[in-house]
Nanobody, 127 residues
């Protein structure tokens, strides 16, 4: 069983920055591919970013490319999502997710590929 605990988030002004963290349990963190998803009110959950087991490969949805950065620290069992130049449309509940036994260098955009999910953190963007 893998537990994912997110932290960070909260209220930020448009144009500002925020970092989300997600700490994972388990002794094989370096074998997990990790992802961030988000769900805005009234919308389906959508893919935001994914990172491979070693961190060598990353992928972003077009709307955040160049503004968000996903990274991981395998020594600390943590994945991060640094969000810059935040827009109102970035407001959502953000979820981290883990895919165990991931292939090296692969990233995953589909929800059903992930095995474990965090509880979600609210990010609100004000004017």
């Amino acid at each position: 069983q893998v537990q994912l605990v997110e932290s960070g988030g909260g209220l930020v002004q448009a144009g500002g920055s925020l970092r989300l963290s997600c700490a994972a349990s388990g002794r094989t963190f370096s074998s997990y591919a990790l992802g961030w998803f988000r769900q805005a009110p009234g919308k389906d959950r959508e893919f935001v970013a994914s990172i491979s087991t070693s961190g060598g490969s990353t992928l972003y949805t077009d709307s955040v490319n160049g503004r968000f950065t996903i990274s991981r620290d395998n020594a600390k069992n943590v994945v991060y999502l640094q969000k810059n130049s935040l827009k109102h449309e970035d407001a959502a509940v953000y979820y981290c997710a883990a895919k165990i036994y991931a292939r090296n260098s692969e990233v995953y955009t589909r929800e059903h590929k992930y095995d474990y999910w965090g509880q979600g953190r609210q990010v609100t963007v004000s004017s």
